[in-house]
C-alpha cells in the first residue's frame, strides 16, 4: 500500500506561515486591552480582577521566551510551530465561549503559553526555510508583520468590540490558527545545513532529541513568572505585602538557581556559556533598559492621553499609531539598507534619540490637547529611536553568537526585554500613585525624566558593543556528535536586522478619568 506524500510548499509558504504566526502572537497581547471594561461588565467582576486577563498573558509569554528558544533546537522549527499554533488556538476558542471569568483567565495562560512558543519558531522557520537570496526581505516582512499587529491591536480591538462585543476578539483568530496548522504540515521537518558546523562549536542545546534540563527548566520558568507577577501586582498589592516578597524573594531565588544549575550541566536549561560573551552580555543588558523605556513609554502615553488631555481609548489608540507605525519604518529600512551601520552606532544613536525626545516631553507636553504640535513629534522622535536600538540591540545579540545557538540567544534576549518592560511597568505604576493629587502634568514629567534617565544608561551599555561577529565563548559540551541543521551567518545577520520587539501589555482598565 502505498502512501502519498504531502505536496511540497512553495516558495512563500513559510514566509506566510512565520508573519501568520507572530502576527497572531503579538495582535493578542494588544487587542484586549480596550475589552476590559465589557469584560468587567459581562462577568461582573471588579477591575482588579478583570486586570488578570491582561496580565495572566504576560506572565507565561515572559516566562517561557528562553526555554522556548531551547525547544526550537531540540524540537525542531516545525514541530514546535505545529504546538505553538495548537495551542494558541484552542486557547483562544475556550476565551471566545468561556462561560465563566475562570476558564477565561485558564484560556487566556494558555494563549500566551503558545504564543511564546509560536515567537522563536515562526522566526527560526524564516531563517531556514527561505531561500537565502530572499531571506532579508523576508526577515523584513516579519518583522513588519510584528509591528502591524501591534499597531492594530488597540485600534482593531476598540472598534471589535464597539461593534460586535468583545468574543469575537478571540473568535478571529481561530479560522487564522487552523490555517496556521493545515500548511505548517507541509513544511519540512530539518533543512539540511550547507556547510557542517565544527563540533567544538556546538552545545547539548544544539543537539537535536537531548532535551535540557528539566528542572532547571522548571525553576527557570517558574522563577520568572513569580517575577514579573510580584512586579507587575506589587503596587496594587503593597511592595511589603507577603505575596509580594514571595514572588521577588522565591522568584530570585529560583532563577538564580536555575542559572547555577546550567552552568555545568551537559543539557543546560540556558545557556549560561552566551553571558561570558561581552557583546552579548551588553546586549542584554540594552534590551532590559529598552524594554524598560519601550513598555512605561507606550503605557504613560495612553494614561496621558486618556486621564490628561481626556481622549477616548479608541482616540488614544490613533493617536499612538503614527509613532508606532513610523517605528516599524525605521526598523525596515534600516535592515534593507546597503551600507548598515554597526549595531553600536545603532544602540547609541537611537537611546540618546529617546534621552532627548523624553527629556523634550517632560519640558514641553502642555496639559490642553495639541496633537498637531506636541505629541506627533514626540512620537516621531520615539518611533525614530525605538526603531534603531531594536535593530541594534538584537543584531549585536545574534551577531555575537554562533548560528547553532542563534535561537537560545534570540529567546533570551526578548527574555530580558519582556523583566525590563515589567520593571519599567511596576516603576511608572509606582511613581504615578506616590504623586496622586499634585498637578496633572507633574508625575508624567518625573517619569519622562526618569526614561530619559534609563536610555543614558542605553547608551552607555552600547559603547561596550563589538563589530559585527561571533565572538568565541567556551562552555560545557558532550561529546562532538553530527552538527543539527542551523542557518547561515548571513541569515542570522539579516534576521537580527529587523528583530522585533514583543509589544508591551497595556490594561486600560484604570485609565478612565
Same mark, same amino acid.
Given at each position: 500500500?502505498?502512501?502519498?506524500?504531502?505536496?511540497p510548499p512553495s516558495a512563500r509558504t513559510p514566509l506566510l506561515l512565520a508573519c501568520g504566526g507572530s502576527f497572531l502572537a503579538f495582535l493578542d497581547a494588544m487587542i484586549t486591552n480596550l475589552a476590559v471594561p465589557d469584560l468587567a461588565h459581562d462577568f461582573e467582576v471588579g %477591575?482588579?480582577?478583570?486586570?488578570?486577563?491582561?496580565?495572566?498573558?504576560?506572565?507565561?509569554?515572559? *516566562?517561557?521566551? *528562553?526555554?522556548?528558544?531551547?525547544?526550537?533546537?531540540?524540537?525542531?522549527?516545525?514541530?514546535?510551530?505545529?504546538i505553538g499554533a495548537a495551542v494558541f488556538t484552542a486557547a483562544s476558542l475556550l476565551v471566545a465561549v468561556a462561560p465563566v471569568f475562570a476558564a477565561l483567565l485558564v484560556g487566556r495562560a494558555a494563549q500566551g503559553v503558545g504564543a511564546a512558543l509560536l515567537i522563536p519558531a515562526s522566526f527560526a522557520i524564516v531563517l531556514a526555510d527561505t531561500a537565502p537570496e530572499r531571506r532579508a526581505a523576508a526577515i523584513a516582512l516579519w518583522s513588519a508583520s510584528a509591528s502591524l499587529a501591534a499597531v492594530l491591536g488597540p485600534v482593531v480591538? +476598540?472598534?471589535?468590540?464597539?461593534?460586535?462585543?468583545?468574543?469575537?476578539?478571540?473568535?478571529?483568530?481561530?479560522?487564522?490558527?487552523?490555517?496556521?496548522?493545515?500548511? *505548517?504540515?507541509?513544511?519540512?521537518?530539518?533543512t539540511p545545513t550547507p556547510t557542517p558546523t565544527p563540533a567544538h562549536t556546538q552545545t547539548a542545546a544544539t543537539q537535536r532529541g537531548r532535551f535540557p534540563d528539566a528542572?532547571?527548566?522548571?525553576?527557570?520558568?517558574?522563577?520568572?513568572?513569580?517575577? %514579573?507577577l510580584g512586579l507587575t501586582e506589587a503596587e496594587r498589592w503593597g511592595w511589603a505585602d507577603p505575596a509580594t516578597l514571595a514572588c521577588l524573594i522565591g522568584g530570585g531565588a529560583a532563577t538564580l538557581v536555575a542559572i547555577g544549575r546550567s552552568a555545568g550541566h551537559p543539557s543546560p536549561a540556558i545557556e549560561v556559556g552566551l553571558w561570558r560573551n561581552r557583546t552579548y552580555a551588553a546586549a542584554n543588558a540594552v534590551s532590559a533598559l529598552f524594554g524598560a523605556f519601550l513598555f512605561a513609554s507606550l503605557l504613560l502615553g495612553v494614561l496621558f492621553l486618556v486621564s490628561v488631555w481626556d481622549y477616548?481609548?479608541?482616540?488614544? +489608540?490613533?493617536?499612538?499609531?503614527p509613532g508606532a507605525v513610523f517605528s516599524a519604518l525605521v526598523g525596515i529600512t534600516i535592515s534593507r539598507s546597503k551600507r548598515q551601520a554597526s549595531p553600536r552606532v545603532l544602540v547609541v544613536a537611537g537611546a540618546l534619540t529617546l534621552?532627548?525626545?523624553?527629556? *523634550?516631553?517632560?519640558?514641553?507636553?502642555?496639559?490642553?490637547?495639541?496633537?498637531?504640535?506636541?505629541?506627533?513629534?514626540?512620537?516621531?522622535?520615539l518611533g525614530l529611536g525605538?526603531?534603531?536600538?531594536?535593530?541594534?540591540?538584537?543584531?549585536?545579540?545574534?551577531?555575537?553568537?554562533?548560528?547553532?545557538?542563534f535561537a537560545a540567544a534570540v529567546g533570551l534576549n526578548i527574555a530580558a526585554r519582556q523583566i525590563g518592560g515589567a520593571l519599567g511597568i511596576a516603576a511608572l505604576a509606582m511613581l504615578l500613585e506616590s504623586r496622586a493629587g499634585s498637578d496633572p502634568l507633574t508625575p508624567y514629567e518625573h517619569i519622562y525624566w526618569l526614561m530619559a534617565a534609563l536610555s543614558f544608561a542605553a547608551a552607555g551599555a552600547g559603547l561596550l558593543l563589538r563589530p559585527n561577529r561571533p565572538e568565541t565563548t567556551t562552555v560545557p559540551t558532550?561529546?562532538?556528535a553530527s552538527p543539527s541543521p542551523s542557518p547561515s551567518v548571513e541569515a542570522a545577520e539579516a534576521a537580527s536586522a529587523s528583530m522585533p520587539t514583543p509589544p508591551p501589555v497595556q490594561n486600560l482598565a484604570d485609565t478612565r478619568p
Open positions: 500500500m502505498s502512501s502519498r506524500a504531502p505536496a %477591575v482588579t480582577s478583570v486586570s488578570w486577563v491582561v496580565t495572566i498573558y504576560a506572565i507565561p509569554l515572559a *516566562a517561557l521566551l *528562553a526555554p522556548a528558544g531551547r525547544l526550537a533546537d531540540v524540537l525542531g522549527r516545525r514541530r514546535l510551530f505545529l480591538g +476598540g472598534v471589535l468590540v464597539d461593534a460586535v462585543g468583545w468574543r469575537v476578539l478571540f473568535c478571529v483568530n481561530v479560522p487564522l490558527g487552523i490555517w496556521l496548522l493545515a500548511r *505548517a504540515r507541509q513544511l519540512p521537518t530539518a528542572t532547571a527548566t522548571a525553576l527557570l520558568t517558574g522563577g520568572i513568572a513569580a517575577l %514579573v477616548s481609548a479608541l482616540r488614544a +489608540g490613533l493617536a499612538m499609531t534621552a532627548a525626545t523624553a527629556g *523634550a516631553l517632560a519640558l514641553w507636553l502642555p496639559a490642553e490637547p495639541s496633537f498637531l504640535t506636541a505629541w506627533l513629534p514626540g512620537g516621531f522622535g525605538i526603531g534603531a536600538i531594536s535593530v541594534g540591540s538584537s543584531s549585536a545579540a545574534a551577531l555575537s553568537v554562533d548560528p547553532t545557538r558532550p561529546p562532538p
